[in-house]
């Protein structure tokens, strides 16, 4: 066994012993896994669906439902442009483009080196500091395209 099943083991066996295994648990734990590996892995889907006696159809069902969820590893900084109706309409669509332009990449894919992420978000819930954009959920409202271009230059210097 490798270190990193090793250590994968001893999370999930720690997890388990923390809940009962009945179909009412799924979301935490998901949700624990999600903040654990910053994703679901796939094999932790399968050992979450032996524990809890649930299909593995029903929990991907859930993990892909779900936007808090990830069936992928995210970068160490997550960013999320919002471009639901008041961010779109006040230029949310620019920040997007610039963020694509300096990091290279597409909204749901990581940088190579892991560093970044990018989604797409419908809304926030900060309508009133429209446009917004986050860095691993901290907000960064009435946001422009060199607002955008700091936070990226302070986060590469880290």
Do not use: W
């Not at 892991?114 to 797409?120: D, K, P, Q, R, T």
Request: aromatic fraction near 10%; include cysteine.
């Amino acid at each position: 066994m490798t270190e990193k099943e090793q250590k994968q083991d001893e999370f999930l066996k720690k997890l388990f012993s923390e809940y009962k295994p009945i179909k009412d648990n799924l979301i935490q734990i998901l949700n624990e896994v999600q903040e654990h590996y910053g994703y679901v892995p796939m094999d932790v889907q399968k050992d979450i669906s032996e524990f809890l006696s649930i299909p593995m159809a029903e929990i991907y069902g859930v993990v892909t439902f779900y936007s808090r969820f990830s069936l992928k590893p995210k970068g160490k900084y997550n960013i999320s442009v919002c471009l639901g109706t008041a961010c779109f309409v006040k230029g949310s669509q620019k920040i997007m483009d610039r963020l694509l332009e300096r990091l290279q990449i597409q909204p749901g894919e990581t940088t190579a080196d892991g560093m970044f992420s990018i989604e797409e978000t419908r809304c926030v819930g900060a309508c009133g500091l429209a446009p917004v954009f986050t860095v691993n959920g901290e907000v960064y409202g009435k946001a422009t395209v060199q607002k955008l271009d700091q936070v990226l230059d302070e986060l590469m210097k880290q």
